[in-house]
């Protein structure tokens, strides 16, 4: 398989699991020579630390995510099928 170049990427709507378990989504924009992102269009979710069963949605516009922070970085439907040429079922 060849290598996937990270430009491939710019402008796909991410889901980004950082450390604190909270999950932003949005669409990204630039990948920086270290490795964080930058993340327009952001929903950050969360979930309540009184009632872990409720989940908070918030607004919060542009993001940088540092690298560090990263747990996992989920790709929508289109963006995977463009790239990989297949599309990916559990997404």
């Not at 796909?12 to 020579?33: F, K, M, Y």
């Not at 908070?56 to 099928?81: A, F, M, Q, W, Y």
Request: net charge positive; aromatic share 4%; glycine share 6%.
């Amino acid at each position: 398989m060849s290598s996937i170049a990270p430009a491939q990427f710019i402008g796909a709507n991410l889901h980004v699991r950082v450390v604190d378990s909270r999950i932003l989504e949005g669409i990204l924009t630039v990948i920086d020579p270290f490795g964080n992102l930058l993340l327009s269009n952001v929903y950050e979710t969360s979930v309540d630390r009184l009632n872990n069963k409720n989940l908070h949605v918030r607004e919060i516009g542009l993001v940088s995510v540092p690298r560090e922070t990263i747990v996992s970085i989920k790709v929508d439907r289109k963006t995977h099928k463009n790239i990989f040429g297949t599309e990916q079922n559990n997404i």
